[in-house]
Structures are given as C-alpha cells and as structure tokens.
Nanobody
Framework: QVQFVESGGGLVQPGGSLTLSCATS????????MRWYRQAPEKARDLVGS????????NLADSVRGRFTISRDNARNTFYLQMNDLRPDDTAIYYC?????????????WGQGTQVTVSS
C-alpha cells in the first residue's frame, strides 16, 4: 500500500535550517508530482511546494520561495525539502503526498508528518 514516512523535523532557532525527507513506497514514484504540505496549529493544511516527476521543475508557495528548495531522488523513491532562514511562522507539521502526472489523481494516504518548530 501507499506509504509516506516524513523525517528530519525538529526544533530550530529563527534563521536556522532543516532538511526534511519523505520516503515513499507502494506506487511508481517517478509517475508522480510530489508535494510538501504543512499544517500549523488550528489551521488548514497548506501546500508548500511541489516537484515534477523528473525533478527539473519546482513550484513553491510565495511564503517560502527563496528560502525553501525541493529536490528528489527517483532511485530512492525519496524527496526532500531544504528549508533555510526559518521563521517562527514556519512552525507546523510537514507532510508529503503526490499527484499523478497524467490523471492528476492524488494519493489518498497521509503519513504521520514531521514536526518543525522554529523558536528562540
């Protein structure tokens, strides 16, 4: 079955950096646009950014563009979120998921997420 395992979160001071990983299984990774989402306390889950199946293009939310980078390793069925210059409002649980490159179907499962806390 489809599985996502997010890791790499933690507590970091403002201005710091973290790299999140999303290890996947149960589907053809290279057929999917992969996405990072985040959910802050008492807020809806928001799309942070996405990366195309080849990894040649990414799209990032305005709030993180220029600070966050998405990459992927299709050989390892894993993709990443490099986060720099972290701010307190980046505090959230970060999740990953995917959308089929042709049908647009979303993978329905969600992992447990990884907590990112930005605080001094």
């Amino acid at each position: 079955q489809v599985q996502f395992v997010e890791s790499g979160g933690g507590l970091v001071q403002p201005g710091g950096s973290l790299t999140l990983s999303c290890a996947t299984s149960g589907f053809t990774f290279s057929d999917y646009v992969m996405r990072w989402y985040r959910q802050a306390p008492e807020k809806a889950r928001d799309l942070v950014g996405s990366i195309t199946p080849t990894g040649l293009a990414t799209n990032l939310a305005d709030s993180v563009r220029g600070r966050f980078t998405i990459s992927r390793d299709n050989a390892r069925n894993t993709f990443y979120l490099q986060m720099n210059d972290l701010r307190p409002d980046d505090t959230a649980i970060y999740y990953c998921n995917g959308k089929h490159r042709i049908t647009g179907d979303l993978l329905g499962n969600w992992g447990q997420g990884t907590q990112v806390t930005v605080s001094s």
